[in-house]
């Protein structure tokens, strides 16, 4: 089991910059797929970005090319550096654990019902 907690939101201007942190205690945080949400109050959570245990990224549409996430299972800490931040990226973020042992179906490790454990969220705010 792991447990997740995520720092480093606030109130940012449009173009600007933000990292995420996502502290992980426990087990294991070096054999968990880890994965960034966010939800806008009314929607639903979607994927942000995932990074598999091997360090493998994969990226939304959205922030692709704007969004970088990255780990560090030395210090069991999970990032995501938003750089050029546009008003729709306003949201809470949360950052949640996935055990890759176990299937997942049709492949679907983008939908955040097949993540195991999940942080209280950070919430990001981005003003024009």
């Known amino acids: 089991q792991v447990q997740l907690v995520e720092s480093g939101g606030g109130l940012v201007p449009a173009g600007e910059s933000l990292r995420l942190s996502c502290a992980a205690s426990?087990?294991?945080?070096?054999?968990?797929?880890m994965g960034w949400f966010r939800q806008v109050p009314g929607k639903e959570r979607v994927m942000v970005a995932l990074?598999?245990?091997?360090?493998?990224?994969k990226n939304a549409d959205s922030v692709q090319g704007r969004f970088t996430i990255s780990r560090d299972n030395a210090k069991n800490t999970l990032f995501l550096q938003m750089s050029d931040l546009k008003l729709e990226d306003t949201a809470v973020y949360y950052c949640?654990?996935?055990?890759?042992?176990?299937?997942?179906?049709?492949?679907?490790?983008?939908?955040?019902?097949?993540?195991?454990?999940w942080g209280q969220g950070t919430p990001v705010t981005v003003s024009s």
């Open positions: 949640a654990a996935r055990d890759p042992r176990i299937p997942v179906v049709g492949g679907r490790i983008d939908l955040p019902s097949v993540y195991h454990y």
């Open positions: 426990g087990r294991g945080f070096s054999d968990y797929a």
């Open positions: 990074i598999s245990k091997r360090n493998s990224p």
